[in-house]
């Protein structure tokens, strides 16, 4: 493999099969390492992105990834973009389906001026957690554990299990339960 660029960061998914180089231009490039036919560098993805800072790999999900591209945050599923969210925050943790940055320039603009340190801590949730939110609220559960079967992650399942206790449906409780594999909330 040879790169066009100086590599600036790179970055390994949870389980590494992919990795991301973003170079000194701001152009990210990402690498798919399933195939082991493919040597040690992988396949080169289609997929580039332009004027990235900053990018970080979800820590229990492989496919998905967070980027800073100028002042808007992007969250990635499998490659596919979800809808930019305006954000001036520095990426540090993408766990659970939440995407957590901190807002340094806040910080060094006046350190002194800040009475909570929690307040420059911004979370921002991947489309599948506020859309299984949104249907907990305006549709039925079973509805929800229709959508949570197609888009599985732990963090889903834990939604539905509060939900359906919440509502007194044990059934789909136990079974959200036995999903994420928590035999003492059964």
């Known amino acids: 493999m040879q790169l066009r660029h100086r590599p600036y960061d790179m970055r390994l998914n949870c389980d590494g099969t992919k990795y991301s180089?973003?170079?000194?231009?701001?152009?990210v490039s990402f690498f798919d390492m399933s195939d082991p036919t493919d040597g040690p560098s992988g396949t080169h993805l289609a997929q580039e992105r332009k004027e990235v800072w900053s990018l970080i790999w979800s820590t229990d999900n492989p496919g998905l990834c967070a980027?800073?591209?100028?002042?808007?945050?992007f969250i990635l599923k499998n490659s596919e973009s979800e809808e930019p969210i305006l954000s001036a925050g520095y990426l540090?943790?993408?766990t659970d389906l939440e995407v957590k940055s901190v807002l340094l320039d806040e910080i060094l603009k006046d350190p002194e001026e800040i009475k909570n340190i929690e307040e420059m801590f911004v979370s921002y949730e991947q489309k599948n957690l506020r859309d299984t939110r949104e249907i907990l609220t305006s549709l039925s559960i079973k509805e929800a554990v229709?959508?949570?079967?197609k888009n599985s992650h732990r963090r889903l399942w834990k939604l539905i299990s509060e939900s359906a206790l919440d509502k007194l449906n044990y059934g789909i409780a136990e079974r959200a339960f036995v999903k994420i594999e928590d035999y003492a909330g059964v």
């Open 21 to 27: 180089i973003i170079d000194l231009n701001g152009v």
């Open 67 to 73: 980027l800073m591209e100028k002042n808007r945050l």
């Open 92 to 94: 540090c943790d993408f």
């Open 146 to 149: 229709d959508f949570v079967e």
